[in-house]
């Protein structure tokens, strides 16, 4: 039999996470005022537990045996060589991904919402608030306040609300409640529906919504939580390639190259940052971050400070970005419709570190139901964006005749998906026209903004 499957004990999970601000300098977030915020001033959005661990630069953090225990229920995910799409493929390339479809709702992100729900939990938060675009990140936080016995109120995106009702069931099963954003409960909102009745909604909505809902509370019970973008995110999602850098080492391998999907980064931050800081330590390794052509702020967005969400709520972070008033057009990969980009992933793109990627969705699709029939596994739209550049880098192996490593992250399944397959294979899927009127208009804000300094680490 060959081998398949690479597995860690549960004795080997990692102990503790790695924070890549040890190993880079960065663009400060700047306030309403265009000065540095201090740590305190988000006090009212997290907790200050959580505020101290975003702006540490300590290399290596523990990780709490509460949060482990937890992890235990999935992890350590299998790493899986896809002999099967090698096959298809006719690479002499050897492809391993990390399945993180094996947790309770099936993707990465309760690798960050089980700390995150900790942390409040244990600085006395009794509620959370957040804003969801597939439904996965809402899906996953549900998941964990329901272990720690916190609660859960989650604004979906519209056309995702609309796309995907199951995810809304699954929060609910957790006993979280999801309404649909924007929503008349906020200002944010209001102020939205009121200029655009019919909007889709998107994340950057979504996320002024919970903010508002977050802060305004008077009882001081309540605090938001965010799925991506921000260090702390990346830096509990480094489980990933810690665990993959491991399970690697058993057998032998190092990747040549390394591949996830980016939307607002989390998923390839935690597969790729422990690479890079191989990649520091001089090791050569190509990693490339991949997203949607029709949303492409790495390889389309200007380095800028700009806010995380629509209503300008959170402050302005340096990023590639195209622009908070940006509404992507509503594609299947509801997970990478975000206009920005994780600071930390934007400084390692100005650095040269990673070389990123974009896809249309016909080609994610295509790249998809080939990895469904080869390795079985129905990947997520949002992983779909991965495979089609571990397709293409597998073909040209195949054309240079190298046998190179890759190694991509498989971010989530799509069982909840199948929606969007079942429009793909009707033949009602198509690549959006790129939108560059919209990216134009929305762009023109960044000028009244600060400009961020190019910064090399090293
Ligand atoms: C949310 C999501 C993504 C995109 O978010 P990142 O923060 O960029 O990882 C990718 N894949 C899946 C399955 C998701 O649920």
New binding site residues.
Partial sequence: MERRKILLSEDEIPRQWYNVLADIKMNPPLGPDGQPISPDMLAPVFPMNIIEQEVSQQRWIDIPEEVLNIYAIWRPTPLIRATGLEKALGTPARIYYKY??TSPP????PNTAVPQAYYNKVFGIKRLTTET??G??GSALAFACSQFGLECKVYMVRISFDQKPYRKTMMQTWGASCIPSPSTETQAGRDILAKFPDTPGSLGIAISEAVEAAVSDTSGNTRYAL???LNH?MLH?TIIGLEARKQLEKIGEYPDAII?????????A?LAFPFVLDKFNGKKVDIHPVEPAACPSLTQGPFAYDHGDTAGYTPLMAMHSLGHTFVPPPMH?G??R?HGM?PTVSQLVVEGLLDPKAYGQMATFEAGLLAARTEGIIP?P??NHALAAVVDLARQAREEGKAKVILFNW??HGLIDLGSYEKYLSGQIKDFDFPAQDIEDAKKILAEYPKPQIIRSR
């Fill in positions: 993180e479809g099936g993707s990465h992100k675009g597939a996965q990140w799925g991506s973008v995110v999602q996830g999907c980016a939307g607002g980064g989390s998923n390839f935690g990969a997970g990478l975000y994780a997520a949002e992983t971010s989530g």
